[in-house]
């Protein structure tokens, strides 16, 4: 197939498009690379990586309910009030809606809040927005998944 030359110029500036580089970011691997990123810097109680994938109109609510913002998350991390001992996960589901990502998966962690160890399964739903050229979590709701009854 040949094409014109104004046809091959259209396809170039396309191609070199601010939208265009943005659009392959806006993906389903750079959504789960986000909530990698969110885990492995919580991990690591490494506060600059989550003021930057920690969108500051966060909801963070964990499995008790609890509802906490960016602020207040990041404050416990920095105050070794929460302290991370693992963190592992797997992201089964990620919807894409134009400039925001509603990412569902199921994290096994154990930390210490406030001096009290307690390890957790847990399913999660995440709703991570499109914001100076990255994502940022927006929205956190996790739920425990209770073991299976005894037989």
Known sequence: MKFSPPLMSL?????????AQAADT???ASARATIRARFE???????????????????YCNFRGECESKR??????????LKYKSIEHTVERVKMFADT???????QATATRDGVERSINAYFLAVLAWRDNRWQLSSWASTLIEPPPAK
């Open 72 to 81: 207040q998350y990041i404050g416990e991390i920095a105050s070794g009030a």
């Open 11 to 19: 396809l170039a500036l396309m191609l070199l498009a601010p939208g």
């Open 26 to 28: 806006l993906s389903d």
């Open 101 to 107: 990502a509603v990412v569902s998966g199921r994290v």
């Open 41 to 59: 810097a919580a991990l690591r109680g490494d506060t600059a990586a989550l003021e930057k994938v920690l969108g500051d109109d966060l909801d």
